[in-house]
């Protein structure tokens, strides 16, 4: 049997609006809403941001901790991570919700151009962000938008901020940075499986990329991510009528490369995560 595949949901993220799509889940109860029907149709890790009433998005504690209590209630097992990107606050005010100990975080390890600023990831924060995930027993999910980003998390592995097996997502097709280039994710791969060969990996495209890289990803064994935050399409007509409709896709991909979908047991122990 192929080794089960890990399906991550990305509910909401920072950027997409209700005028975009109305089924973005925005307010704590509709993401928890959102986020329980994905985990009924396949997803075992949810990716989490916060928003204001406003759609903006936010870092603030609070928020994060209603949204940590009712996924806990409501998806029972599920990997919970938090974003600690750099779109909801700035400095140390990026990760001051993991005192929270959610099961995972985001790290971007790097700095890279996005479409229009530049996504800052100084050395001090990364560390400073990477110690406190060990300090409070958080899983790391290194976000790779470039090649020397996976380097890097190897050495921040090696130097013992990490705790093995080292989890890193290929994010390719965010503009300014690296697109959705086949020769370039297999690359990725072989990279990291020489640097780090216990790592586990997953590929998250973004926009028209994302069905494009859960079906790379599927086929080369790897884990992927789907949800609202990076596409909030079907395809170029259709808007996506829910963030378990994108999973159900990403089911059916499974299907057809014959990788069994993992359950929320199964990714905890990939991902070396205690059982709750």
Known sequence: MSSPCIICVAITGSLPRKENNPAVPISVEEQIESTQAAFEAGASIVHCHVRNPDQTSTSEPE?????????????????????????SGAGQERGGMLRL??????????????????????PQLVEWLADEMRKYDIKPEIEAFDLSHIHQAVSLLREGRFKAPLYVQFVMGVKNAMPADRPT?????????RLAPDAQWCGAGIGANQRLLNEWSIAAGGHT??????????????????????????????????????SWQQA?????????
């Open 185 to 193: 994710f297999d690359f990725y791969i072989e990279t990291l499986k």
């Open 225 to 262: 991510r789907t949800g609202l935050e990076d596409n909030v399409r079907l395809d170029r007509h259709t808007l996506a009528p829910s963030n378990a409709a994108l999973v159900e896709g990403v089911v059916a991909l499974c299907e057809r490369y014959e990788r069994p979908v993992a």
């Open 63 to 87: 928020a994060f901790a209603r949204l940590l209590e009712g996924l806990r209630r409501h998806c029972p097992g599920m990997i919970v991570q938090f974003s600690t990107g750099g779109r």
């Open 268 to 276: 905890r122990e990939i991902l070396g995560l205690a059982m709750p």
């Open 101 to 122: 100990r959610p099961d995972m975080a985001s790290l971007a390890v790097g700095s890279n151009n996005f479409p229009s600023r530049v996504y800052e990831n100084p």
